[in-house]
């Protein structure tokens, strides 16, 4: 079993940045990849940037060279940078483990809005 909470959501200007973090507890050896995935209302769920044990990582089209995955493996905790947000980066943000199974947290709302 994996747990994962995120936290770091909120409001914020277009053009503004937020950090997200995902910390994770249990068993969290199991743990092969670390995604985060965003849902704005009336949409899919969308992948927005992955990070592997390796530490290569994978982003969508819409964030490359905003957004930054990363993993403080002492902290177990990952985080998303977020720079240069838009209007459309608006959804809630989901942090994601596969280990075995896909674990979920409970997802943080972001809002980008003047």
């Known amino acids: 079993q994996v747990q994962l909470v995120e936290s770091g959501g909120g409001l914020v200007q277009p053009g503004g940045s937020l950090r997200l973090s995902c910390a994770a507890s249990?068993?969290?050896?199991?743990?092969?990849?670390n995604r985060w995935y965003r849902q704005a209302p009336g949409k899919q769920r969308e992948l927005v940037a992955s990070?592997?044990?390796?530490?290569?990582?994978y982003y969508g089209d819409s964030v490359k060279g905003r957004f930054t995955i990363s993993r403080d493996n002492a902290k177990n905790t990952m985080y998303l940078q977020m720079n240069n947000l838009r209007p459309e980066d608006t959804a809630v943000y989901y942090c994601n483990a596969q280990a075995g199974i896909n674990y979920w947290g409970q997802g943080t709302q972001v809002t980008v809005s003047s």
């Open positions: 990070i592997g044990r390796s530490g290569s990582t």
């Open positions: 249990g068993s969290i050896f199991s743990i092969s990849i």
